[in-house]
């Protein structure tokens, strides 16, 4: 069997093997590997601003164990007459611990951690690829004759605790491995629709669209790793949404396969008015009813002209002006996101080694002309980071007419660079986690979505919340506690949260970092803010769901599973 | 709530600060440069930035449009409208009006006080606090000089000048009222529920100051200056106002410090007396506090300032408010607070009061007051000292904080209250007395007048120890109410009190078992009580605290007594506070003048308000809102009951006690003389006696059954032919005249005839019956009848006391005084035989 996915990406940690930050023998910080453009870098001001951020010292190092020892996997539970019919399938499959261990988890911290310096008590028997529908169907009967749990595993990169095994759970657990479901079935020109197999991760979905000329546009963060029945399955967004749509919006159709049976609908339309949407039943569900095998897509085609663009704001409150004025006129471009000043000196940090003189010279005159000609504190301004999408000409006029929004709100042109290094940070700041848990420095990111008139108070008293529960909770130096405005829609905005914090001095980190993030949850949510934006629930935010939807909401949604999976084949336990 | 170690609370110390001002120069410190430190969010702003942001304000602009809506008028006028309210209410705090009065108040401050003394370590905890959250401060409020004060504190220390909640009638003092505004006072009116737009350019003025954290808010939870310096109930008005950003997360958490601003002596206080007893206070008014210089050649004593820790509302809160009620509506619509945050609300209100009382510094002159209010009229002085000092260590127990100098001796002590406090006592030819003397010649009234003024004052000083003691005083109070010293009773008459007096002391609500708690092992440790597992009682040894402790709150139970016996008697059923005071007033004027009361504490307005509105939430008097201001309806049958809980708590619970019988109205009824119709139905009454008897036997002997009976041998039929003759006839007379009125139980006659006798045997002669000490003979007044014994139920035969009947008989001239009591004769006749003094 092929996983090349696998094989790729590292088995404790974010992303591609041969792509990571790492501190030189000069002791400068570099990002090796040529995957991204940061690759093979040096960043000479970052080594600073960790010390200087958490306190982190590079002398004192804690480094993840090698490589996994296989002694402390816990034992396959076999059910043989499953292993036999599964056999007479010919689908492949796997009982090898590492598979196992690989799909035992998402990428919380505390799965992380646990994957550095312990084992899970739980975890997959077996892992099956199918690789058509029709191999699903056979599965999800074999488990129900059986009486044997299903989790699907598609890219791997829940944070919501949604991949981890019950504990408690005594079935044999069947890990349903969707990447060997990866083909673009068709493409239909005419509607602007495409049929994708679940299993297919974002990049190569993208790729093998731009072949014929067409795209998605749903870009998530997690795009390389994650699948298309993922983002299903959690109700993911892109972070293009502005122009495509989040993925309740590009799906046209889904293929599900239940221990009922198949669930879809009869015909692929643009809407229909036949009860309530079943595939807001599917959306979100995460893994509890059953496996997305294929899913209708609309595509779009590749756009003509992409342009880049930044903002600097002389404080927080004005860039979140800004950003309400632009959604109120909608005509936010395809990303607008605002970081706050805190983010955006880490972003600074992350300026690689400049090559020429000449543009180093250009970045002092204008940084010169920030601060001092325009009179913004370099401790308080902050950024968005723009990008325009579509033809050029529309691109430009677009461009210039949020400009014009954006110097209402006293904000600055700060160039193409800054945007595009802001996006291009998305894509490697997943690895930074892992050189800072080398360092004692544990971190996270949450999100949630918020009314406008909210979104203030709500990004000022969660990063206050944070502080103060980690001076309560011991911790020694000041978090790292940052947020940023990542979507803009009409009656709100998505927020996303950094958090981070040194935590040498302190005997169970991971408990101490959990209980802080459940208070910044509870802050989030005392503010007015959702319990999730795009992460989902999975077993980390189970407990507010109550909270979120009453009782009635969760008894609705309750009585579908019920429905749907009586045995409770697709025991993951998350969401209920 | 109450910390069990109060005595080893650890409290700061204090720094007088007029010590260096007599030092240095006053416009040197005026003119000093002032860079206060301030709110670390803040971004600065003059006030007039401050009232547009109101107006402009969504809040204040939804009030706008929907009160133009409704009364079909412009938006532009009601705008125009709530400018004028916001200009009337807005401060204009200026720099310069700041340094004028830091340089008159350091004069005037050294002239009337001998030292102003402040805990350093709360001025350097509230300078953290403001400088993290937004901050209100909340002091205690007995004279005008609080809010001054604290504005000169501040000022002292470089913190941020508060801007301060004033009354509007301050504006009636033309050039001080737009003094006090550049000072930082901002003016509301006393009253404006009914004025939606006056409250919402209110609320948001406030709201927006705290918001931006533009400066501390300052205001008094107990609305008003407190006339008896006994601590007010809190209002909850501007409280919730200030609470509110924290609930909608418009702030991260918002720092509430008490303030507990004691004077040795108050500035107001005889002002405040006239006012309680009816003669209205002068109206704010310019050439008022010109004329008020008059007492700037007084001395005031010294006065302490206690800063509080800052308390985080936010932990105050945390656990307790559900948030959604504020998700799910735009938060600049109004409204109302739920009941959930209007009961917390109300919960941090008493929690801060609690912690000003906690605070509060106790002279010894108020130890002194306390202990002369109960030895009225003259004390000798020696005692008073020796009281003093007692009392001083059991205040201490209580967790009161006196300050008396380690060196200074208690004679000393009394005697420097006494001099400060001239105006009140005095020393006389050994004896402390009041000075209520001023108009020897006077009316009755007058008199009286003069006396409750002086008995007023004095309990201004004593009431500054209620609050720290109103817990174990209540429970010894209870137990000398209760019919018995089980836990559940003494506990039931503590729960009463403390519900009748809800509005007179600070209770947090809905602990009355913890108070109860809180007062018993106060009393525990000073060795005033021993509890058991069912008891509670007095030890020998702490008798004399038991008693002083309920004398001490005797003049509130008899007040209250007085006022509920004219609101369930005397006043019409329904009234106004107008018409209810000033009659209540009258009332116990003339029991004063009669001399039926000592009671001069319940002329006091403020006693009268507060019982009045206990009833109201006993729920014994109606409160309805009327076009014309508030109407009172009483449920007099509901305020008798009240009254009857203080006189007999015994009724409520009957069959517990052991020691006492249950007590019962006695209706007289004067005896119907026998008609002759009587006669006929003799023989019938005869027939009937025969059974009457039979079951008078089975009474009369134990376990007599009936089968017994009707095997008769010779022997008792022979004894019953006997009892035939004279024995029978008298009891068959007993039954007849008692059959008319079977369930008498006394029968007066004083003088003619005599009693009802049982039977013919043992009857007194009259050697039997002995002289009055007097010397006159005795006669018979009344009898008691078995009856009684159905009644009390103690008629388990055998077991039981048991009597035929009990004759009284009583002196024949009546001799004595009206009042005392005297030794009378009583003959106990059985149905057998005995006879017992």
């Known amino acids: 069997v092929s996983h090349c996915a696998q094989v790729a990406r590292k088995w404790n940690g974010w992303g591609y093997n041969d792509s990571k930050f790492i501190f030189n023998k000069k002791g400068q910080a570099e990002f090796t ?544 | 709530m109450y910390s069990k170690e109060l005595t080893s609370k650890k409290r700061d110390e204090f720094e007088d600060i007029l010590e260096e001002r007599r030092l240095s120069s006053d416009l040197r410190y005026a003119m000093k440069c002032y860079t206060p430190v301030i709110y670390k969010g803040l971004s600065p702003c003059k006030p007039n930035a401050i009232k547009s942001a109101v107006l402009q304000s969504e809040q204040v602009q939804y009030v706008i449009k929907q009160l133009a809506k409704e009364m079909g008028e412009s938006p532009d006028i009601i705008q125009e409208e709530a400018t004028e309210i916001l200009d009337e209410m807005g401060h204009r705090m200026q720099l310069g009006a700041v340094r004028f009065f830091a340089f008159t108040l350091s004069k005037i401050f050294k002239q009337l006080f001998q030292r102003v003394c402040v805990n350093e370590e709360g001025m350097q905890r509230l300078q953290h606090a403001i400088q993290e959250h937004p901050v209100v401060l909340l002091p205690s409020h007995r004279s005008y000089v609080d809010f001054l004060m604290l504005s000169y504190l501040l ?205 509060m510094v106790l002279s010894p002159w108020v130890l002194v007051a306390a202990v002369l209010l109960q030895n009225l009229p003259a004390m000798e002085f020696e005692l008073l000292i020796e009281k003093t000092l007692w009392l001083k260590g059991l205040t201490q127990t209580f967790g009161g904080f006196i300050e008396w100098p380690d060196n200074l001796c208690a004679k000393k002590a009394v005697l420097s209250g006494l001099t400060l406090h001239s105006n009140i006592a005095s020393l ?51 137990l000398q109410m209760a019919p018995s010293f089980r836990k559940e009773e003494v506990y039931s008459c503590f729960s009463f009190l403390r519900d009748v007096f809800s509005d007179e002391f600070i209770f947090f609500p809905g602990i009355s078992l913890k108070d109860f708690e809180e007062g018993c092992f106060l009393l525990t440790k000073c060795d005033a009580i021993q509890t058991s597992q069912q008891e509670i009682y007095p030890t020998d040894k702490g008798s004399g605290t038991v008693s002083f402790l309920s004398a001490m709150f005797r003049p509130f139970v008899e007040g209250y007594q007085l006022i509920f016996r004219y609101l369930s008697k005397e006043m019409k059923e329904a009234f106004t506070e107008k018409q209810f005071i000033p009659a209540v007033r009258n009332f116990v004027f003339q029991l004063l003048e009669k001399g039926s009361t000592q009671c001069y504490e319940a002329l006091s307005s403020d006693m009268q308000k507060n019982a009045l509105s206990a009833l109201v939430q006993l729920g014994a008097v109606k409160k309805k809102k009327m076009p014309n201001g508030l109407i009172y309806n009483v449920n007099q049958e509901a305020v008798s009951k009240i009254l009857d809980m203080f006189d007999d708590s015994a009724d409520a619970i009957p069959e517990h006690n052991e020691f006492l019988f249950p007590e019962y109205e006695i209706l007289i009824e004067p005896e119907e003389p026998e008609s002759p119709a009587d006669n006929n139905e003799d023989e019938q009454g005869a027939e009937d006696t025969s059974k009457d008897a039979k079951e008078q036997e089975k009474l009369g002997a134990a376990g007599v059954a009936d089968e017994t009976f009707q095997s008769l041998d010779e022997e008792t039929l022979e004894a019953m032919a006997k009892h035939e003759t004279e024995e029978e006839k008298i009891f068959q007379m007993f039954k007849k005249q008692v059959a008319a009125e079977p369930e008498q139980i006394i029968r007066y006659c004083r003088g003619e005839g005599g009693p009802l006798w049982v039977s013919g045997e043992n009857r007194p002669e009259e050697k039997d019956i002995p002289n009055c000490v007097c010397g006159a003979k005795r006669k018979f007044e009344f009898q008691i009848m078995p009856q009684l014994l159905n009644h009390l139920q103690v008629d388990s035969l055998g077991e039981s006391i048991d009597w035929g009947t009990l004759v009284v008989y009583t002196c024949a001239n009546s001799c004595g005084g009206a009042n005392e009591y005297l030794e009378e004769f009583i003959w106990k006749q059985d149905y057998s035989m005995g006879c017992t003094i």
């Open chain 1, 33 to 576: 590997g040529k995957r991204y453009r940061l690759g093979g870098m040096v960043l000479p001001t970052f080594k600073e601003w960790i010390e200087k951020t958490f306190g982190a010292s590079l002398e004192h190092k804690t480094t993840s164990r090698a490589s996994l020892n296989v002694n402390d996997v816990p034992p396959s539970i076999v059910n043989e007459e499953f292993l036999q019919d599964l056999r007479a399938t010919k689908i492949s499959y796997s009982q090898d611990a590492e598979d196992r261990v690989f799909r035992a988890h998402g990428h919380c911290l505390h799965e992380i951690f646990v994957l550095r310096e312990g084992m899970f008590k739980r975890i997959p028997d077996i892992v099956v690829w199918p690789v058509c529908h029709e191999d699903v169907v056979k599965i999800v009967e074999l488990a129900c004759k059986h009486n044997l749990c299903i989790i699907p595993f598609g890219g791997g990169t829940s944070v919501s605790s949604a991949l981890e095994c019950p504990e408690e759970e005594k079935r044999m657990i069947i890990s349903l491995d969707t990447s060997q479901m990866n083909r673009i079935l068709w493409i239909d020109e005419k509607n602007l629709t495409a049929c994708v197999e679940a299993g297919i991760v974002g990049q190569d979905l993208e790729k093998q669209l731009a072949e014929s000329g067409f795209c998605t546009g749903h870009e998530p963060d997690s795009m390389e790793f994650s699948s298309l029945g993922g983002w299903v399955a959690t109700r993911a967004s892109g972070m293009k949404k502005n122009i495509y749509g989040n993925i309740e919006d590009l799906v046209i159709h889904i293929k599900m396969v239940t221990p009922r049976g198949i669930v879809e609908k009869n015909c692929q339309v643009p809407r229909m008015s036949t009860g309530p949407d079943i595939h807001h039943f599917i959306m979100g569900s995460e893994g509890t009813l059953g496996v997305v095998t294929e899913v209708t897509i609309k595509i779009r085609p590749v756009p003509e002209y992409q342009k880049y663009g930044s903002v600097v704001f002389p404080n927080f409150e004005r860039g979140v002006a800004c950003l309400r004025e632009v959604a109120k006129q909608r005509c936010a471009p395809a990303s607008i996101r605002l970081v706050d000043n805190a983010q955006f000196q880490f972003g600074h940090a992350l300026k690689p080694q400049v090559a020429s003189i000449f543009t180093s010279f250009l970045d002092g005159l204008k940084k010169f002309y920030i601060t001092k000609f325009k009179g913004f504190d370099p401790n308080i301004l902050c950024v968005a980071t723009l990008l325009f999408e579509g033809d050029r000409e529309k691109v430009l006029q677009h461009e210039k007419q949020v400009y014009d929004i954006a110097t209402k709100f006293g904000g600055l042109a700060a160039g193409e660079d800054n945007g595009q290094r802001g996006y291009m940070l998305t894509f490697v700041i997943a690895y930074l986690r892992d050189l800072g848990l080398d360092y004692y420095v544990i971190g996270e990111s949450f999100e949630t979505s918020v009314p406008w008139d909210r979104v203030l108070d709500l990004c000022r008293n969660v990063k206050e919340r944070i502080v103060r529960e980690c001076k309560e909770k011991g911790v020694q130096f000041a978090p790292l506690s940052t947020c940023r405005v990542t979507q803009t829609y009409d009656a709100g905005a998505c927020v996303y949260f950094y958090f981070a914090f040194n935590y040498r001095g302190i005997s169970d980190p991971i408990h101490v970092y959990e209980q802080i993030e459940r208070a910044a949850r509870e802050e989030i949510l005392a503010n007015g803010g959702s319990l999730s934006h795009h992460h989902g629930v999975g077993k980390l935010r189970k407990r507010w769901m109550k909270e979120s939807i009453s009782d009635v909401g969760l008894g609705m949604l309750r009585s579908v599973k019920e429905y749907v999976d009586p045995n409770n084949i697709f025991g993951n336990k998350n969401l209920l």
């Open chain 2, 155 to 359: 000022y002292t220390y470089d913190l941020a000048l508060p801007v301060i909640a004033a009354g509007i009638d301050f504006l009636g003092m033309k050039i001080v009222g737009e003094l006090l505004r550049r000072a930082g006072a901002f003016f509301m009116r006393r009253s404006f529920g009914g004025n939606r737009l006056y409250w919402a350019v209110f609320a948001e003025y406030v709201k927006t100051m705290l918001r931006s954290g533009y400066a501390p808010i300052e205001f008094f939870l107990e609305g008003t200056r407190s006339r008896t310096a006994k601590t007010l109930t809190p209002k909850f008005g501007l409280l919730s106002i200030v609470m509110e950003p924290f609930f909608k997360r418009e702030v991260f958490d918002t720092y509430l410090v008490p303030i507990s601003i004691s004077y040795e002596r108050i500035l107001e206080e005889s002002l405040y007396a006239y006012e309680l007893l009816g003669v209205p206070k002068p109206k704010e008014s310019t050439s008022g506090l010109l004329k008020a210089r008059r007492i700037l050649s007084d001395n005031f004593g010294t006065i302490h300032i206690y800063v509080g820790q800052p308390v985080s509302l936010r932990t105050l809160a945390s656990g307790r408010i559900n948030r959604c009620p504020y998700n799910l509506v735009p938060r600049h619509l109004p409204q109302k607070p739920s009941e959930d945050i209007q009961e917390f609300v109300s919960d941090v209100a008493y929690k801060m009061e609690l912690l000003q009382i906690e605070n």
């Open chain 2, 428 to 478: 006389v030819d050994g004896h402390v007395v009041l000075n209520d003397k001023g108009m020897e010649d006077g009316a009755v009234g007058e008199l009286v007048f003069r006396h409750a003024l002086a008995v007023l004052m004095c309990a201004t000083y004593r009431n500054q120890l209620l609050n720290v003691f109103v817990r174990p005083a209540l429970v010894a109070v209870a």
